[in-house]
């Protein structure tokens, strides 16, 4: 890899995620405290709970099924809304009815980083989900989002009536767990460095930098580990 080429950013992540929605806000802003590091972020899938059935279950039971204690709940939304408002997300966790099984999901955001569009598709479907309570385990709203972000929606609408990448998909997220991703967000620098969990964007931005520091002069860097 030439040391022009953008540096890569993977980042495993799954859409209703609010980890993962907070990391990608803070993501964008470490990009922006670097705009000397040109960079490339791909989307990976994740299955936060791949025990989810096709057409999604109710959240409400969902939630009360892993947090039977429900100031549990109360805390962990609350926090999320303070540290969402803190990068322009506004969580409406009580509109939310449906929590979805995510696999059709994965698959638009797969197509769109063909179309050069995933970044846009991604930020529609966590605001769908998040922000707008919308149900991500119906076609029409995976269809929806991709039409928001400038895919053709009859080429998805067509792809999503079939099976087609869905083994890819899968085979992406054993992947992911082969190498030891067991919580999202996680984010990969140039295949170098993980970094997990929605850290502060300077935390990310440092990750960036230590990352192109040593693309430039690896012999310098491997003498300061």
């Not at 100031?71 to 609350?78: K, L």
């Not at 303070?82 to 009580?94: A, H, K, M, P, Q």
């Amino acid at each position: 890899m030439s040391a022009t080429d953008p540096l890569a950013i993977d980042v495993v992540s799954d859409v209703v995620c609010p980890w993962c929605f907070l990391g990608r806000r803070r993501l964008e802003q470490a990009i922006e405290m670097v705009p000397e590091v040109p960079v490339v972020v791909r989307w990976r899938p994740y299955l936060l709970d791949p025990n989810v059935p096709e057409e999604g279950m109710d959240r409400a039971a969902y939630m009360k099924a892993k947090f039977p204690d429900p100031a549990q709940i109360r805390a962990i939304h609350e926090r999320l809304q303070e540290l969402g408002r803190s990068v322009g997300i506004d969580y409406r966790f009580d509109a939310i009815e449906v929590a979805p099984n995510t696999l059709n999901a994965h698959r638009v955001i797969r197509w769109a980083l063909v179309e050069g569009m995933q970044d846009a598709v991604v930020e529609r479907l966590f605001k769908l989900y998040f922000e707008e309570g919308a149900d991500l385990s119906r076609a029409e709203t995976l269809v929806d989002a991709a039409r928001d972000a400038g895919m053709n929606a009859e080429v998805v609408a067509r792809l999503l009536e079939g099976d087609a990448d869905l083994d890819a998909v899968r085979e992406e997220i054993a992947v992911a767990q082969r190498l030891g991703v067991t919580g999202v967000p996680c984010f990969i620098f140039d295949n170098r460095y993980a970094v997990m969990g929605a850290q502060e964007a300077e935390t990310l931005a440092a990750a960036i930098r230590r990352t192109a520091d040593e693309r430039l002069s690896p012999d310098a860097a491997a003498e300061t580990d």
